[in-house]
């Protein structure tokens, strides 16, 4: 097991270096000078030529890349562009929000576990047919579609809750308050009832197959009721390619939450790095994917290692 651990944490360290390279090539393949941006529009080419000196962007891209790997391995992520803050200070001020919606809609995703497996043992009814068909109406909605869908009938049809912006948190990520727990809510739904979606669908097609399987037919045999059948026998086995993908989830929805902070305005990572590729603001765009990525690997690192809790004969050394 220890073995393991190092190992991925091994493949971690390549990951992250693979980000930043992408990260930095995308960036600056974007047509735009970010010190253009910041001089100005009517600012003379010698203050924009002092503001590339000032920031290091008349370096050539490999030159501002090693000396920003150089600061990464002293914890330092360089400063925003734009509003001269430290970026590792602004994703500690924006990461509380958006792992309070990525945990939030992680919750409501599960919910699709026990709506899969209802699904899977109604085979072909009235329910199953439904649910499924919602399900795959669900899941082809873009979400930044869905979002402005819950705004004007929440939001505005029925004035039930907050259209925009979040509220105020303690110990980091939990509501302060009722106004905070409501500007919660819908962000949350979008991001996570598309995954509802998913997960259902998933989770009915691994029913289906374990369901069918010859130690089920077994255990049936030997006069289980099936009630045990299913939650002695069944249900771990079927819920492991589920479990992986609410894992990995907790890392993707990180990147889903871009399209769900900005369409709620919600103070976020993904609010912070969709401006910041606006402003073309490397640091900031580097740091978040960073934060992003980071989240992504260590939720396949948990998923990994709770395998062997769910099912036993699944060996991780080596």
């Known amino acids: 097991m220890i073995t393991y651990i190092v190992r991925r944490l ?3 360290v390549i990951v992250l270096i693979g980000v930043t390279i992408i990260t930095f ?16 529009k009517n600012a003379t080419p010698e203050r924009i030529a002092a503001i590339r000196l000032q920031l ?26 734009q509003l001269q803050k430290p970026v590792l200070q602004m994703i500690w001020e924006n990461a509380p929000n958006t792992i309070q919606l990525a945990l939030a809609a992680v919750l409501i995703e599960l919910l699709g576990i026990p709506l899969g497996i209802y699904s899977a043992l109604r085979q072909y009814t009235f329910w199953d047919t439904t649910l499924t068909t919602a399900a795959l109406i669900i899941w082809g909605i873009p979400v930044f579609v869905l979002g402005l869908f819950m705004q004007w009938f929440f939001g505005l ?17 939990i509501p302060a308050n009722w106004n905070s727990f409501a500007s919660l809510i819908l962000p949350a739904v979008t991001l996570g009832l598309i995954e509802v979606a998913y997960i259902s669908y998933m989770q009915r097609a691994s029913m289906l197959e374990v369901i069918r399987s010859d130690y089920i037919r077994t255990a049936r045999a030997k006069g289980l009721s099936e009630r045990k059948v299913v939650t002695k026998h069944a249900f771990k086995n ?8 609410a894992g ?16 709620f305005a919600r103070p976020g990572i993904g ?3 969709y401006q910041a590729i606006g402003a073309r603001d490397l640091p900031v765009v580097a740091g978040g994917v960073l934060f992003a990525t980071l989240v ?8 990994d290692l709770g395998y062997a809790w769910v099912d036993p004969r699944i060996r991780l050394e080596g």
């Not at 049809?157 to 990520?173: E, F, S, Y």
């Not at 079927?238 to 993908?245: D, E, F, S």
């Not at 990995?248 to 900005?262: K, P, R, V, W, Y």
């Open 157 to 173: 049809k029925l004035n039930l809750l907050p259209l925009i912006g979040a509220g105020d948190n303690v110990l980091w990520i």
């Open 56 to 81: 290091g962007l008349n370096r050539s891209l490999p030159v501002q890349y090693v000396k920003f790997v150089g600061r990464l391995a002293h914890g330092d992520l360089g400063e925003s562009y």
């Open 10 to 12: 091994f493949q971690l």
């Open 271 to 273: 609010l912070m790095i």
């Open 248 to 263: 990995i989830d907790l890392g993707a929805l990180m990147g889903g939450a871009i399209l769900t902070e900005t369409v």
């Open 296 to 303: 992504y690997v260590f939720a396949n690192l948990f998923v």
């Open 25 to 40: 090539l995308i960036m600056f393949a974007i047509p735009g000078d970010p010190a253009r941006q910041l001089a100005g």
């Open 238 to 245: 079927a819920v492991i390619p589920v479990m992986t993908i």
